[in-house]
């Protein structure tokens, strides 16, 4: 017993939230000299690998693919409290914060983490298999939410920039939401075989999500759950407290500061990131989809509205629509994602595309 106890104690995911959420505590709302900073952020890294761990428990333990919308929904929390965190005090200069992150979001999801899966898949069996029609319509969908809320922004008359009326920002936070939770009913309801992993021929492979290991105890799941909000609460406050390190360091390399959201995008999808390279790894290119694709689209269909009611106490305009420069990287990244899906099948060639699509989106946010 003692020595199940000591175990418990040492375990890392269980001390690191919970030390993270102490410096949290003892550095909130206080100016942080650059020591202090570099403590906080590896501590924060702990945390996001520590929410890893605990949602995967929580994923193992609830099965596909209920299990992939643990992390999306999670990740999601995280990058709404920041986003707003940041409008709220950054003034003029975050009119466009939400747009950056959530398309710094998407891009990042239908590409990096995407091609990453299918690069790593591949390089492993050759031929990444995973099922087109669920992968197909999660990309319909992120691609009808994208759209919506970031390209018909930059075509209206209504107002003199890229900004929704307030009737039209509520329409697409209404239409967000109703597409969002119409395809969380798919997937989990009527056609949830469609987010299964497949094998090479095609049949639904264990569905369990982790091979032929036992899904954990009701206890530990649900010990692992209070982590994961514990984990979740440590990395939304310990980002909130360097994010003016972050701007500052964004200034001091002379980025633009639309460069902030793609940061903020990267750090809040590492959880995201490194989950799917381990499902990938495991010959499981479907649950890596399911992560890639459910995040870009709860980062679209839920950001938005909590972002659209936000604006009721937010000062300023709020800026959504996209620029030439990304409404091309946009629509290259679909056509190219279409093109990798339809086969239900990929090579290391589609994961370099992607990944390369992913790395120009990165050099024109530093170098528009």
Known sequence: MLAVLRSRVTDWTLTVPVLAVVILALTWGRELPPLVVGVVATFLAGAVLAAVHHAEVVAHKVGEPFGSLVLAVAVTVIEVALIVTLMISGGDKTVSLARDTVFAAVMITCNGILGLSLFLA????????????????????????????????????????????????????????????????????????????????????????????????????????????????????????????????????????????????????????????????????????????????????????????????????????????QLTLLALTVVTGVLTVVPGRATLLQGGVHLVLLAAFVFLAASP
């Not at 490194?274 to 980062?299: F, K, T």
């Open 122 to 325: 591949a390089l492993r069996r050759r031929v990444a298999v995973f099922n087109p029609e669920g992968t197909g319509g999660a990309l319909a969908t992120v691609a009808t939410l994208a759209t919506l809320s970031l390209v018909v922004p930059t075509f209206t008359t209504s107002r003199p920039g890229p900004e929704f009326s307030t009737p039209q920002l509520v329409f697409a936070a209404v239409a967000s939401l109703a597409l969002y939770g119409l395809f969380v009913l798919v997937q989990t309801g009527r056609h949830r075989d469609y987010f299964l992993p497949v094998t090479s021929d095609g049949t639904v492979a264990d569905a369990d999500g982790d091979g032929h290991a036992d899904p954990p105890s009701t206890g530990a799941a649900l010990a692992s759950l209070i982590m994961l909000l514990v984990a979740l609460i440590a990395v939304v406050g310990l980002a909130k407290m360097v994010s003016p390190a972050i701007e500052a360091g964004v200034s001091a390399a002379n980025l633009p500061q639309a460069f902030v959201g793609v940061v903020i995008a990267l750090l809040v999808l590492l959880p995201e990131t490194l989950a799917a390279a381990r499902a990938a790894r495991r010959d499981r290119v479907q649950i890596s989809l399911n992560l890639a694709l459910g995040s870009a689209m709860a980062s679209i269909g839920l950001t938005i509205p909590a972002i659209a009611i936000a604006s009721i106490w937010l000062d300023g305009p709020l800026l959504l629509g996209l620029g030439g420069t």
